[in-house]
C-alpha cells in the first residue's frame, strides 16, 4: 500500500468528515445559505493568498528542475485559474478587489495558514507536500464527489465552482501532489513518517475547520 493510500485509510474519519460536512453537502444540492458561501469566499481567497506561498517554498525546496517547475506550474494555476474563480465570484458578490485583500482572516484562516507555512518555512519538502496534500487531495475528491450531485455543475451560484474543483486541470496538479508525497515518503525512518502522518492529519483537520467557520460565519468573539 503506498503512503498516501495508508494515510486516508488511517485517518479515514477525520478523511469523510471533509466530505460529509454540511457545507459541502449543501453547496452541491445548492441550498447553501448565500451569506455563508459569501464569507467562506473571503476566507478562502486570504486563505489562498498564503497557501500560494507554500507552492513558492516548494519550488525553492525542490531537489530538481522537473519538481521546481511542477510547483510554479501549481502556483501559477492557483494565482491564475483558482483564485480567479474567486475574483469572479467576489464580482457577481459585489466585492471589489481591494475589499477581498484588505478583509480580516478569521482565527481559524489564520490558524491553518500559518500552521502551513510554518511547516513549510521550518521543514524539509515532504513536510511541505504532507502539509499542502490534504487541500489539494480533499478539494479534488469533493469537486468529484458534488459533480455526481443533481444539477450541480450547471447551478447559477455554486456551478463554477463545482466544475474548477472536478476539471482534469486541478485533478492533473492534485494527482502530482500524491505521486509526490509517496515518493518523498520512500526511505523514510518510522519517526519520519509518524511526523509527516501528524502534519497530514493536522491540516486535514483544519479542512473541516474551515468549512465549519465558513458555515457559522466564525470571527472572533
Ligand atoms: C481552505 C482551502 N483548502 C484547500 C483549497 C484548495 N486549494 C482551498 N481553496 N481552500
Given at each position: 500500500m503506498?503512503?498516501?493510500?495508508?494515510?486516508?485509510?488511517?485517518?479515514?474519519?477525520?478523511?469523510?468528515?471533509?466530505?460529509?460536512h454540511p457545507?459541502?453537502?449543501e453547496?452541491?444540492?445548492?441550498?447553501?445559505?448565500?451569506?455563508?458561501?459569501?464569507?467562506?469566499?473571503?476566507?478562502d481567497?486570504?486563505y489562498?493568498i498564503?497557501y500560494?506561498?507554500?507552492?513558492?517554498l516548494?519550488?525553492i525546496?525542490?531537489?530538481?528542475?522537473t519538481?521546481m517547475s511542477?510547483?510554479?506550474?501549481?502556483?501559477?494555476?492557483?494565482?491564475?485559474?483558482?483564485?480567479g474563480?474567486h475574483?469572479?465570484?467576489?464580482?457577481r458578490?459585489?466585492i471589489t478587489?481591494?475589499?477581498l485583500e484588505?478583509?480580516?482572516?478569521s482565527?481559524?484562516?489564520?490558524a491553518?495558514?500559518?500552521?502551513?507555512?510554518?511547516?513549510?518555512?521550518?521543514g524539509?519538502?515532504a513536510?511541505?507536500?504532507a502539509?499542502?496534500l490534504p487541500?489539494?487531495?480533499s478539494?479534488?475528491?469533493?469537486?468529484r464527489?458534488?459533480?455526481?450531485?443533481?444539477?450541480?455543475?450547471?447551478?447559477?451560484?455554486?456551478?463554477?465552482?463545482v466544475?474548477?474543483?472536478s476539471?482534469?486541470?486541478?485533478?492533473q496538479?492534485?494527482?502530482?501532489?500524491?505521486?509526490l508525497?509517496?515518493?518523498?515518503?520512500v526511505g523514510?525512518s518510522?519517526?519520519?513518517?509518524a511526523?509527516?502522518?501528524?502534519?497530514?492529519l493536522?491540516?486535514?483537520?483544519?479542512?473541516?475547520?474551515?468549512?465549519?467557520m465558513?458555515?457559522?460565519?466564525?470571527?472572533?468573539?
Amino acid at each position: 500500500m503506498s503512503f498516501t493510500q495508508h494515510l486516508v485509510q488511517k485517518y479515514q474519519h477525520e478523511w469523510q468528515q471533509t466530505q460529509q460536512h454540511p457545507f459541502v453537502q449543501e453547496l452541491g444540492r445548492g441550498t447553501l445559505d448565500r451569506n455563508k458561501f459569501r464569507f467562506y469566499m473571503i476566507q478562502d481567497y486570504l486563505y489562498l493568498i498564503d497557501y500560494a506561498k507554500l507552492f513558492a517554498l516548494g519550488a525553492i525546496k525542490a531537489p530538481d528542475l522537473t519538481t521546481m517547475s511542477e510547483f510554479s506550474a501549481s502556483l501559477s494555476n492557483i494565482l491564475h485559474e483558482e483564485m480567479g474563480i474567486h475574483r469572479s465570484y467576489a464580482a457577481r458578490f459585489g466585492i471589489t478587489k481591494e475589499e477581498l485583500e484588505q478583509a480580516e482572516p478569521s482565527p481559524i484562516t489564520l490558524a491553518y495558514s500559518h500552521y502551513m507555512l510554518h511547516v513549510a518555512q521550518n521543514g524539509g519538502l515532504a513536510e511541505l507536500t504532507a502539509a499542502l496534500l490534504p487541500c489539494m487531495w480533499s478539494y479534488w475528491e469533493i469537486g468529484r464527489m458534488l459533480k455526481e450531485f443533481p444539477g450541480a455543475v450547471d447551478h447559477p451560484d455554486y456551478g463554477e465552482w463545482v466544475r474548477g474543483y472536478s476539471s482534469d486541470e486541478f485533478g492533473q496538479h492534485a494527482q502530482w501532489c500524491i505521486s509526490l508525497m509517496d515518493q518523498l515518503a520512500v526511505g523514510k525512518s518510522e519517526s519520519e513518517l509518524a511526523r509527516l502522518e501528524t502534519i497530514f492529519l493536522n491540516t486535514t483537520r483544519y479542512e473541516t475547520l474551515f468549512w465549519e467557520m465558513s458555515y457559522q460565519q466564525q470571527m472572533w468573539l
